[in-house]
């Protein structure tokens, strides 16, 4: 069973920078695309960014996009996203998903980002 | 960007009736290439990270109960609950993953009525 866990969560203040984390428990990590998936609280889903297995290829959210950057090192099967400028409308619950479709068949149990002074 | 539009908003059903939520999105969804409607659903317990139902519109992932069922094509799609379940109560959304922003509908809200 593949486990992703997320990390690096928090509080932050507008305008500043917060790098999140997902852990992968599986050797297949290099064969999956990856995406980060936001939930701000009490609302839907928002699809963040997405990375191709081999890293070649990222994909951004126009909210996010020239701010938040998505990568991975499938040597230590993490992904990572690295959030700047944040805003008040950044804050929300991050999921890491994975998958080896564009569907997302593996979801993290997610990171609590507050963006607020 | 393609919109995708879930309805209703959110729904009752008496338990052991069927439950229907409908998906529509503002562009098709099937790539001739390869035979397949790019379109997931998932389903989203309270506290909980989603989890795939249903992907290529109508594949049910594995573990998935059969009495969940996904049809359609195109633009217009609908997730099926057969025979609703008191562990089914949920919201459930869909999601298109043709094109990125890969962007999910506003999601509907399951309840037992």
């Known amino acids: 069973e593949v486990q992703l866990v997320e990390s690096g969560g928090g509080l932050v203040q507008p305008g500043g920078s917060l790098r999140l984390s997902c852990a992968a428990s599986?050797?297949?990590?290099?064969?999956?695309?990856m995406s980060w998936v936001r939930q701000a609280p009490g609302k839907g889903l928002e699809w963040v960014s997405g990375i191709s297995s081999d890293a070649v290829t990222t994909y951004y959210a126009d909210s996010v996009k020239g701010r938040f950057t998505i990568s991975r090192d499938n040597s230590k099967n993490t992904l990572y996203l690295q959030m700047n400028s944040l805003r008040a409308e950044d804050t929300a619950v991050y999921y890491c998903?994975?998958?080896?479709?564009?569907?997302?068949?593996?979801w993290g149990q997610g990171t609590l980002v507050i963006v607020s002074s | 960007d393609i919109v995708v539009t879930q309805s209703p908003d959110s729904l009752a059903v008496s338990l052991g009736e069927r439950a229907t939520i409908n998906c529509k999105s503002s562009q098709s969804l099937f790539y001739s290439s390869y035979n397949n409607n790019y379109l997931a659903w998932y389903q989203q317990k309270a506290g909980q990270p989603p989890k795939l139902l249903i992907y290529w519109a109508s594949t049910r992932e594995s573990g998935v109960p059969d009495r969940f069922s996904g049809s359609g094509s195109g633009t217009d799609f609908t997730l099926t609950i057969s025979s609703l379940q008191a562990e089914d109560v949920a919201v459930y959304y869909c999601?298109?993953?043709?094109?990125?922003?890969?962007?999910f509908g506003q999601g509907t809200k399951l309840e037992i009525k």
């Open positions: 599986t050797f297949t990590f290099s064969s999956y695309s």
């Open positions: 998903t994975g998958g080896s479709g564009w569907y997302r068949s593996y």
């Open positions: 999601q298109q993953y043709y094109n990125t922003p890969h962007t």
